[in-house]
């Protein structure tokens, strides 16, 4: 059994379900996951901004594409965060779940007031009759790889980085919903998105894929606050290249690339035109090489 928070699911989370798969094989066991919903920071730190990395749904389903026998979701409550380090152990591990094998990174904490360490779980492991592995940390080239550094990249954009520390495409998801319709005003119709992502790339403008109906085309997404009409909520929307069908109420699935700039604003709408036909040109070029290679 891996135990963890497991936000992103990415290479270093991979590499723990991995062991766990190794050693449930080589002992004739089941495999599991455990993680938690809502994530414990968001019951135990409801005032901080806790941007997870993937949906809820998002993360099952990667966990569930990892080759892991069972899932298990804890329901983490007030009650559950209570537990003492012993009686996560002994009720939780031990007589609810069965654990004969428990798999943690290196930093795992536990029990209330995360009074628990590696170092107690395994004196607890031998108290009820479970054996406890520590996975090695994981790097790449040299880095370790973790949600936070994950989560960082994105947030500044680097989306080739992230996508290197999540082992795959960096991607969003969500339905297309009215905007104010000015992109096709100007000659550049856009879908806007609404999505339940907490987190999304840095502001600016993106070369994106736009997956829709088992088709992939290229995209121009922007993320921001279009300051040449002053706006202020933060819009998510994209320009699919080649492309004039009605998305409305559809969800479309973007493919983050590669960042082209930051948001600028505009004189006026010929200077606004002028700078997202050198964006669409830029995408194009970035994706047709994508593409070939």
């Known amino acids: 059994m891996a135990i963890g928070n497991f936000d992103g699911v990415h290479l270093g989370h991979r590499s723990l379900f991995a062991l766990a798969c190794r050693r449930a ?3 004739g066991l089941e495999s599991a ?3 938690f919903h809502p994530h414990p920071l968001k019951l135990l730190f409801p005032s901080r901004r806790i941007f997870l990395i993937t ?5 099952v389903d990667l966990i569930a594409s990892s080759h892991i026998d069972n899932l298990i979701i804890a329901p983490f409550d007030h009650q559950f965060a209570d537990l003492t380090a012993d009686d996560f152990a002994g009720q939780v591990l031990a007589r609810h779940l069965g654990a004969a094998i428990v798999v943690v990174g290196n930093n795992y904490t536990f029990g209330r007031n995360r009074e628990g360490s590696v170092a107690r779980l395994c004196e607890l492991g031998k108290k009820y009759g479970f054996r406890v ?3 090695p940390q994981f790097q790449l080239d040299g880095e370790l790889v973790s949600s936070t550094k994950v989560r ?3 947030m500044q954009g680097e989306i080739e980085r ?3 520390f999540l082992g795959r495409e960096c991607a969003i998801s969500g339905r297309v919903v009215h905007g104010k319709g000015r992109g096709r005003g100007i000659g550049f119709p856009t879908a806007n998105l609404v999505s339940e992502v907490e987190l999304y790339p840095k502001e600016g403008v993106y070369a994106v894929w736009v997956e829709h109906r088992d088709q992939r085309f290229m995209g121009v997404m922007n993320i921001g606050r279009n300051p040449t009409f002053a706006d202020t909520g933060l819009t998510v929307e994209v320009h699919i290249l080649d492309f004039d069908e009605d998305l409305y109420g559809l969800e479309l699935k973007i493919i983050f690339v590669k960042r082209l700039r930051l948001e600028k604003s505009c004189s006026g709408i010929e200077e606004l035109q002028a700078l997202i036909a050198g964006d669409v040109a830029a995408a194009r070029e970035i994706l047709s090489f994508t593409l070939a290679t």
């Open 25 to 27: 094989a080589e002992s």
């Open 152 to 154: 960082e990249a994105i």
């Open 162 to 164: 992230a996508a290197r």
């Open 33 to 35: 996951v455990l993680t």
């Open 55 to 59: 949906a809820f749904k998002r993360k």
């Open 133 to 135: 592995e520590i996975a």
